[in-house]
């Protein structure tokens, strides 16, 4: 296992930049996620770190030696592909082993070693069969298998499970996680998908337009979002942003909430909103911030119930999620699906500001950090 | 006639179409057999037999004199061995050209597919103007050329040709095909470790089937039945046979003989044949690979 740093990578086509300095580092076995939508550099980072795409300007250290120049198959490094490139000439068994072989593994070495990674993916009964032969989850299988059978200092997922069919994603979203526990390896995964990341990643990095916008745990960039891009991508469903006008009341800051009523909501770090009272700011809360008024909270501070108008209700089963609006913003709000809750009625709901988060309108930048 | 529509529901009119289809289809094919049939008898049957009958008559008894002449006895020009030994020299051609040409094509499209390199596409833009030049406009040049390597009028001088004249055409073949190949198997056999030529062959060349036959069947067709380079680069001992056929059928001492001109048109179209028939399969069988989920 190896630690990897990536120091003020850039990369450049022509005039764009794709990656603008980034700087990662991460530990022996730590599980690091890169996330973000689609052209937002990760794809290219991760082509980098392997080796398969030059960078114009930084370095990469895999287990501390400079691998910056060192071409791909020198790193000591397995990727696992989107569409899985398996090889679709050679079987199952082949295709785990093409890497021993192209590093002179003996012949009984390579056998053992398909032995034990078959075992470990429970694939042993597949590996006389060809890719076309193979259903989509088991090509995922063969895909990983490959790339542990060469016990590689560094794991890269590119994408991995987004071919898969919505369950079979979540199993093996699992699987790698036990894979994980049970292997301690380095992984950097790349993936679009924020609850792929949530679930999986030690830490994750959040890029968008070719720099890292929040490097963190997945709690931490959850609760502690950098900005408004954060804040908005990560969780789902998305948390609300509510623009409110910042108030004094008793010398405190506090935030104005309309509906058919207008309160004033108490922020945790209210002296970072002295310097905007007057202005409206963006308020960010979480859905399960807003829920129906729960006994047990009443009372608490940061704690306000008011009226709002349903305008929509969707039932998930453990939750109901009720669309309101406040402020003239539309705002999602999880429920007990018990509590009674129907479309243009007015009901009780209890806003909960002690994780709130404060956004400035126009550049999107976290005011409380 | 029975009335078979009422369980199958087929009205007389569907009848009368089906046969009209069938009447087409068969015109059709008799109108693209019709000459070939009248090569075939008319190359079985005796000059005289060719001279009283008419064009479409059977022969009276089948006669493959013509046939032996044509193959080993026929004047061409002023030898007189028939077309064997030039049927010999156009596989010395065809062989290596096509060989070549495919491998070299597909070493092209591997390259300009899957390891991209800055101006790659232009040079792929480049390489396709050359199915474009007519034949006729690169003779001097080349003889120019053949010269100056000091193979003019050999049969590697004549390989030389085709493998410049079709590497336009099998890379575009090569190209095409490794389009649809996911660049991601080449990164992968990378990070396995695997080389340049590794990849190619180990990986690349073992999914290529039906591009290497379908490249093969067009080369060896071109090849084999191009008479322009033929006539215009060979030597003397190196023509191919369409040259030689050219040559048998224009050299005549008192009457023409038809049958024996019939029975070296046929020799010199076999192999062409040959390769459809035969290398048709594996195209099919190559399609198909591949395409069955388990």
């Known amino acids: 296992m190896a630690n990897l740093v990536i120091d003020n990578v850039k990369k450049r086509y022509g005039t764009t930049e794709i990656l603008k300095g980034i700087n990662i580092s991460i530990k022996a076995g730590e599980f690091l996620i890169l996330v973000g939508p689609s052209g937002c550099g990760k794809s290219t980072l991760m082509n980098s770190i392997a080796g398969l795409e030059d960078v114009s300007e930084g370095r990469i250290l895999i287990a501390d030696k400079d691998v910056t120049y060192t071409s791909p198959k020198d790193r000591d490094i397995a990727m696992v592909f989107q569409s899985y490139a398996l090889y679709p000439n050679m079987t199952v068994e082949k295709n785990i082993s093409f890497g021993l072989e192209m590093r002179k593994v003996p012949k009984e070495e390579r056998e053992v070693e398909v032995q034990r990674v078959a075992e470990l993916l429970q694939i042993s009964h597949l590996l006389d069969r060809k890719p076309a032969q193979l259903s989509g989850g088991q090509r995922q299988r063969v895909a990983m298998g490959r790339a542990l059978a060469r016990r590689p200092q560094l794991y890269l997922f590119d994408e991995p499970l987004s071919n898969l069919d919505a369950k079979l994603r979540v199993e093996m979203r699992t699987e790698i996680k036990k894979l994980h526990k049970k292997l301690g390896t380095t992984i950097v995964y790349v993936t679009h998908d924020q609850i792929e990341a949530m679930t999986l990643a030690d830490r994750i990095a959040v890029m968008k337009d070719g720099e890292v916008q929040q490097l963190g745990t997945p709690q931490e960039i959850y609760d502690n979002p950098a900005n408004l891009f954060v804040a908005g991508f990560m969780g789902s469903p998305a948390m609300n942003f509510i623009p409110t006008k910042v108030i004094e009341q008793n010398g405190i800051p506090m935030l104005e909430l309309a509906t058919s009523t207008t309160v004033a909501l108490p922020f945790p770090r209210p002296d970072a909103l002295k310097d905007h009272i007057g202005k409206t700011i963006l308020l960010g809360l979480r859905p399960e911030m807003i829920t129906e008024p729960q006994p047990h909270k009443e009372g608490q501070p940061f704690v306000t119930t008011t009226d709002v108008e349903v305008e929509v209700t969707e039932p998930m089963g453990a939750d109901t999620m009720i669309l309101t609006r406040v402020n003239d913003a539309e705002i999602n709000c999880r429920s007990n699906p018990m509590y009674d809750a129907e479309p243009g009625a007015i009901i009780k709901m209890m806003f909960d500001t002690a994780k709130a988060v404060a956004f400035d309108k126009e550049s999107g930048r976290r005011l409380d950090l | ?294």
């Open chain 2, 1 to 294: 006639m029975h009335n078979q529509a009422i369980g199958r529901k087929t009205s007389a009119m569907d009848k009368v179409w089906r046969v009209a289809l069938y009447a087409v289809l068969l015109i059709a094919a008799a109108f693209y057999l019709m000459p070939f049939l009248v090569m075939l008898i008319t190359s079985l049957k005796d000059v005289e037999e060719i001279r009283t009958g008419n064009l479409l008559s059977l022969p009276a008894s089948l006669n493959f004199d013509s046939w032996s002449k044509a193959w080993s006895s026929a004047c061409t020009g002023s030898s007189c061995e028939g077309i064997s030994p030039f049927f010999m020299n156009s596989f010395l051609i065809v062989i290596p050209a096509v060989l070549i040409s495919t491998l070299l094509g597909a070493i092209n499209g591997y390259v300009i597919s899957l390891w991209k390199f800055r101006g790659s596409d232009l040079f792929f833009a480049a390489l396709l103007v050359g199915c474009f030049i007519p034949f006729q406009v690169i003779l001097l040049p080349m003889a120019q050329t053949l010269g100056w390597l000091g193979i003019a009028n050999t049969t590697s001088g004549l390989v030389f040709v085709h493998v410049v004249y079709g590497v336009a055409f099998t890379t575009l073949f090569f190209r095409n095909f490794y389009q649809s190949i996911p660049g991601e198997l080449v990164k992968a056999a990378r990070l396995d470790g695997a080389g340049f030529f590794t990849i190619f062959y180990r990986i690349i060349l073992p999914v290529s089937t039906p591009i290497i036959v379908v490249t093969i069947i067009w080369q060896f067709t071109q090849i084999w039945n191009d008479f322009l380079f033929g006539v215009a680069f060979s030597g003397f001992d190196t023509q191919p046979v369409t040259v030689a056929l050219n040559n048998l059928v224009n050299t005549s001492f008192g009457g023409k003989e038809y049958n024996v001109d019939m029975a070296a048109a046929i020799i010199a179209a076999l192999p062409t044949l040959a390769v459809y028939v035969f290398a048709g399969k594996y195209f099919v069988r190559g399609l198909t690979a591949g395409a069955v989920k388990g």
